[in-house]
């Protein structure tokens, strides 16, 4: 009796375990795909073509999902079905909603453009102080499916300690300008990060309340930030012309699928640890991760410095005393 009672709870421990790690996986992955956008972009001498082929490769994969499987292709349905009759839909999901795929498409070309030069670290501490300072707006508004969230000291101060933490992470850069602003980029990409996520939270939970609802928002994302890179490209060809030659390393290719596997995976884990808990292993992950690239396998010439180190650290802090009210509720 004593067994059949503990081999549930080591179950449930074991489970935990399992969503925290793969929620860290899929902040890896994010870096990784920084890394690898920002060589496509550096090879190519241009971020536009760069991005343009990360999202289009990723929505490759996500319509061959959608024609091969029939929840994936039902859910696309009810969210087109919504859209277009919003009273039939309770008034559900309205079209400016499904336009999250225009911030995914920046963030996506701000990594092509910039990881090349002030490297993968500061590039995700930027991104997550601005997604940290930007989602107290968004929770506020209730933007997201989860409503508005009113305002907490702990959430104020995590979103202060996040800006002061890129502020840390390039202050050895103030006296470079064309560094600073490059580090404002991807923070920007943040902002727009936190807005992306709620509204494609309110697509999933209109397609369907199961993991084909988020793939299903995955794929009105890649579809809407796809064309408009595909709009930004061809005025990029009037401007500055075509780019160098693709380049011969396959690895290269591989940024829009992390973005595919960033899609399942969240819908996978989120059912186990939960939205703050997956959160915040991602961030965990991204923020650890990009250390180890730029330690590793740099990007650019510039080196981890330890105002960079501390920045990083700075911002995981930021982001754990952000989340302690909700993890308290989830508890």
Not at 26 to 48: H, K, P, T, Y
């Amino acid at each position: 009796m004593t067994a059949t009672e503990i081999r549930p709870a080591r179950s449930v421990q074991q489970h935990q375990f399992i969503g925290l790690t793969a929620a860290f996986g899929i902040g890896m992955l994010f870096a990784i795909q920084s890394r690898l956008n920002g060589e496509l972009g550096q090879v190519l001498g241009d971020g536009v073509p760069a991005a343009l082929i990360s999202f289009g490769s990723g929505l490759v994969v996500l319509l061959a999902g959608c024609a091969v499987i029939p929840p994936i292709r039902r859910s696309v349905g009810r969210v087109w079905r919504t859209i277009r009759t919003p009273a039939d839909g309770g008034g559900l999901l309205r079209w400016w909603q499904c336009i999250g795929g225009l911030a995914g498409a920046f963030l996506v070309a701000i990594q092509s453009i910039t990881v090349s030069v002030i490297g993968v670290a500061v590039f995700i501490v930027a991104v997550v102080a601005g997604q940290a300072v930007s989602s107290l707006v968004v929770d506020r508004l209730g933007f997201g499916p989860a409503g508005r969230q009113a305002y907490t000291p702990l959430r104020i101060v995590g979103a202060v300690l996040a800006t002061a933490a890129v502020v840390l992470a390039v202050s050895d850069r103030l006296h470079h300008p064309s560094g600073l602003l490059l580090a404002l980029l991807p923070a920007l990409g943040g902002v727009f990060t936190a807005v992306q996520q709620a509204i494609n939270g309110r697509v999933a939970q209109t397609a369907s309340g199961d993991a084909s609802g988020a793939i299903a928002a995955g794929v009105i994302n890649f579809l809407v930030g796809f064309a408009a890179l595909l709009v930004v490209f061809f005025v990029d060809l009037l401007v500055r012309g075509t780019p160098n030659s693709l380049p011969s390393n396959p690895w290269l290719y591989l940024g829009g699928m992390c973005g595919v596997i960033f899609i399942s995976a969240a819908a996978a884990v989120v059912r186990i640890v939960g939205v703050f808990v997956l959160g915040l292993g991602t961030i965990a992950g991204q923020l650890i991760g990009s250390l180890f690239i730029d330690l590793f396998v740099p990007a650019s010439d510039q080196e981890v410095t330890l105002p960079v180190v501390a920045g990083t650290l700075l911002a995981l802090v930021a982001v754990i005393v952000a989340a302690l009210p909700n993890l308290r509720k989830s508890a």
